[in-house]
């Protein structure tokens, strides 16, 4: 069974920064060098938002973080991560780290950006 360990989370202020880190430990690393991965997000009582992806060097960014956001994986460590820049006030939300192929997600990390 995957596991994933999901760090990073906190509170910051409106304009800081957070990295989050999604490691998988127990995945072989072939399987996680092809993987195909990403970072969902989820307001209270609000459906979770796919906010970026990763496959091999191709990323994608949902429109609410693109210039802001930065999805990066390193194979060597079985680690993904989500450098997030120029929070918003936008309270608190949970970061979940997501494997596409298996819809896998992590346990999640909360987020928090206020002043």
């Known amino acids: 069974q995957e596991q994933y360990v999901e760090s990073g989370g906190g509170l910051a202020q409106p304009g800081g920064s957070l990295r989050l880190s999604c490691k998988l430990p127990r995945t072989i690393l072939s399987v996680f060098t092809s993987a195909s991965m990403g970072w969902y997000r989820q307001a209270p009582g609000k459906q979770p938002e796919l906010v970026a992806t990763i496959t091999g060097r191709n990323t994608n960014y949902a429109t609410s973080v693109e210039s802001r956001f930065i999805i990066s994986k390193d194979n060597t460590r079985r680690t993904i991560y989500l450098q997030m820049n120029s929070l918003k006030a936008e309270g608190t939300d949970v970061y979940y780290c997501?494997?596409?192929?298996?819809?896998?997600w992590g346990q999640g990390t909360q987020v928090t950006v206020s002043s």
């Open positions: 997501w494997r596409q192929e298996i819809d896998c």
